[in-house]
């Protein structure tokens, strides 16, 4: 970050993403959601993405109920 280098990894593991990245970007088919992990992370993105509430979100991990 402070080399003000750019990396871009694709993840499927939402909770690591948040864990390593200052910016996320949540792609289905088009963008869904991009910014800080804190705001793009929320029951709303997971719930479009993915269609269900079967998810919890604890400190930014991404969690099975």
Do not use: C
Request: proline residues 2%; without cysteine.
């Amino acid at each position: 970050q402070k080399s003000g280098r750019t990396i871009i990894t694709v993840l499927h593991d939402l909770s690591f993403a948040a864990k390593y990245s200052t910016q996320m970007l949540v792609l289905d088919r088009r963008v869904v959601s991009y910014g800080k992990p804190q705001d793009v992370l929320t029951k709303d993105v997971l719930r479009k993405v993915f269609q269900t509430d079967d998810y919890e979100i604890k400190d930014l991990r991404v969690v099975l109920k």
